[in-house]
């Protein structure tokens, strides 16, 4: 194979090469992508629990206090059956004090019970609205997913594809030359074959000797850059 060809599979391959790099930093971006949308998610999840914690703890101390609202009405009735025990006046007014103080303890205790349930009541419906938050942030991250998973697929069979002609190219390729631009993608950041465009190397910018373009343009000798020992091609665009 004369050199201008096998030039002309160095190019093809630094395309495929790029090709290649370029879909695997779209595939390794997935996972992130998810992971990304799903964070606020988790967060609200975490908020919904304490939300839940919150109501619970609630109800916990609505039951307590009508507990204790249950012991003071007890407490008022036995009061009230103890009267037809009660001699004297005196007797009686204390009695009746005893029970006026008995009941305004009830009133605070059902006035407390109250402030509760209104909380409970707030509590309940920051919980749904919480609940229904998630449930539409799922759907869109569903929505996401579905369409991340389409993606890859699809990016997936383009690899392959690639990946096949990458073979073929491969084959036609000197050894040496091959190794050469292994090398040269490995110590040049994944770009090894590089247009010598308007006398300057594409891969470090550095201007290119004369009477080495001249050469160049010839397109029949494999041609190291001189800076950055990329392999130069010039492509006529006349
Ligand atoms: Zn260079």
Same mark, same amino acid.
């Given at each position: 194979?004369?050199?201008?060809?096998?030039?002309?599979?160095?190019?093809?391959?630094?395309?495929?090469?790029?090709?290649?790099?370029?879909?695997?930093?779209?595939?390794?971006?997935?996972?992130?992508?998810?992971?990304?949308?799903? #964070?606020?998610? $988790? /967060?609200?999840?975490?908020? =919904?629990?304490?939300?839940? +914690?919150?109501?619970? &703890?609630?109800?916990? @101390?609505?039951?307590?206090?009508?507990?204790?609202?249950?012991?003071?009405?007890?407490?008022?009735?036995?009061?009230?059956?103890?009267?037809?025990?009660?001699?004297?006046?005196?007797?009686?007014?204390?009695?009746?004090?005893?029970?006026?103080?008995?009941?305004?303890?009830?009133?605070?205790?059902?006035?407390?019970?109250?402030?509760?349930?209104?909380?409970?009541?707030?509590?309940?419906?920051?919980?749904?609205?919480?609940?229904?938050?998630? #449930?539409?942030? $799922? /759907?869109?991250?569903?929505? =996401?997913?579905?369409?991340? +998973?389409?993606?890859? &697929?699809?990016?997936? @069979?383009?690899?392959?594809?690639?990946?096949?002609?990458?073979?073929?190219?491969?084959?036609?390729?000197?050894?040496?030359?091959?190794?050469?631009?292994?090398?040269?993608?490995?110590?040049?950041?994944?770009?090894?074959?590089?247009?010598?465009?308007?006398?300057?190397?594409?891969?470090?910018?550095?201007?290119?000797?004369?009477?080495?373009?001249?050469?160049?343009?010839?397109?029949?000798?494999?041609?190291?850059?001189?800076?950055?020992?990329?392999?130069?091609?010039?492509?006529?665009?006349?």
């Amino acid at each position: 194979m004369t050199v201008k060809h096998q030039l002309k599979s160095l190019i093809e391959l630094q395309q495929i090469d790029s090709k290649i790099f370029d879909t695997k930093r779209i595939l390794d971006k997935i996972p992130l992508k998810i992971s990304e949308a799903e #964070k606020p998610f $988790k /967060d609200s999840e975490a908020a =919904l629990d304490i939300i839940k +914690q919150k109501l619970s &703890s609630l109800e916990k @101390k609505k039951r307590g206090k009508e507990r204790q609202l249950d012991d003071i009405n007890e407490k008022i009735n036995k009061l009230k059956v103890r009267v037809s025990e009660i001699k004297t006046n005196k007797e009686y007014q204390a009695h009746l004090k005893e029970i006026e103080s008995v009941e305004k303890e009830r009133y605070s205790m059902e006035d407390e019970i109250l402030i509760i349930m209104e909380e409970i009541d707030n509590t309940s419906r920051q919980t749904e609205s919480e609940e229904a938050n998630l #449930k539409k942030q $799922k /759907d869109k991250i569903e929505v =996401l997913k579905k369409k991340l +998973q389409e993606e890859k &697929s699809k990016v997936e @069979k383009e690899l392959m594809t690639v990946k096949e002609m990458r073979t073929k190219i491969v084959e036609t390729l000197d050894e040496d030359l091959y190794n050469q631009y292994i090398n040269l993608i490995e110590s040049c950041n994944g770009l090894a074959v590089v247009e010598a465009e308007n006398e300057i190397c594409q891969g470090c910018n550095m201007n290119i000797p004369p009477q080495l373009f001249v050469e160049l343009k010839k397109n029949d000798e494999i041609i190291n850059c001189p800076q950055c020992r990329r392999i130069l091609y010039y492509k006529n665009n006349k």
